[in-house]
């Protein structure tokens, strides 16, 4: 039992990693953003449905609401890469990165709206910790400031991801997480073809090789890892978890892009942050 738990936890810490190159990779990708977006999706597509015809895992749904459903999640999905990558452009990785992981705590206070959970008080802790950590990245108020554009951004991606998360619970407990993530990226593809015509897609015959690794290591592989590890834990504790995707995001940074953290995003990110071994201590050995 305590190998199987620790299997799923590196699984999770591998899909973490994975999923925090993302950062670097928005930040990097000189393309419109919704243009990265399309591309994504539609490359993470491809691959996805290959991975899913290879190892013959089931495509169909049992019900059309159920299709539905991951249509809605879709949409969610978009929201958040979107604004998450506008929080990347108008601020820096450790910013957006840090503001997107508050996240954990919306998953865990709108739980109990989507699943069959009680609310958990020390939730409340947690959330007190992350919106403190959340002041020290942005502390003037100031409309203009790139840090403040930053956490707004940030935020709302959070919110996005999270009811998108929340969504899933229910489908990955019936389907394949490989499945569920290709449809989801299938349709996101789709809804986004009219940004083709609209905005100028000529850049990706130079940035193709960096979105390729978008679409391949931190979407079609990263994200299905952690789809799939809602089966084994709650989504509150998956999420606080992940959260650890900014330290890896922001060595990233540092190594590629050259970004060196200020004092005041180093301690927001640790309050932040801290959220993860709190949680972490406290869902050891637990299972949804």
Not at 28 to 43: K, T
Not at 257 to 268: D, Y
Request: charge should be positive; aromatic fraction near 14%; glycine fraction near 6%.
């Amino acid at each position: 039992m305590k190998d199987s738990h620790l299997r799923h936890v590196l699984w999770l810490t591998l899909a973490t990693i994975l999923i925090s190159t993302s950062g670097a990779l928005g930040k990097y990708i000189d393309m419109p953003i919704v243009v990265i977006i399309w591309w994504r999706c539609a490359l993470a597509s491809i691959f996805l449905f290959a991975y899913c015809k290879f190892k013959k895992v089931r495509l169909k749904f049992n019900s059309k609401k159920e299709g539905l459903t991951l249509f809605i999640t879709a949409l969610f999905l978009g929201a958040h890469w979107i604004t998450y990558f506008h929080a990347l452009k108008v601020s820096n990785v450790a910013i957006g990165m840090l503001s997107l992981f508050t996240f954990p705590v919306f998953t865990a206070i709108l739980e109990p709206l989507f699943a069959k959970v009680k609310f958990d008080p020390i939730h409340l802790l947690l959330g007190g910790l992350v919106l403190l950590g959340v002041y020290f990245l942005a502390p003037d108020f100031d409309l203009e400031s790139a840090q403040l554009k930053g956490v707004f951004w940030g935020i709302i991606s959070a919110i996005c991801y999270a009811i998108r998360t929340l969504m899933l619970k229910q489908p990955i407990s019936v389907y394949n997480g490989s499945m569920l993530m290709f449809y989801q990226v299938l349709g996101l593809t789709v809804v986004l073809v009219p940004v083709l015509f609209l905005k100028d897609t000529s850049g990706i015959t130079t940035q193709y090789p960096f979105v390729i690794i978008l679409a391949l290591v931190t979407t079609a592989i990263g994200h299905t890892l952690f789809v799939s590890s809602l089966k084994y834990f709650k989504v509150s504790t998956a999420s606080i978890i992940s959260s650890t995707q900014p330290v890896f995001g922001i060595i990233i940074a540092f190594l590629f892009l050259n970004e060196i953290p200020t004092w005041n995003t180093f301690l927001g990110g640790t309050l932040i942050i801290s959220t993860v071994v709190i949680e972490s201590i406290r869902s050891k050995g637990k299972k949804s």
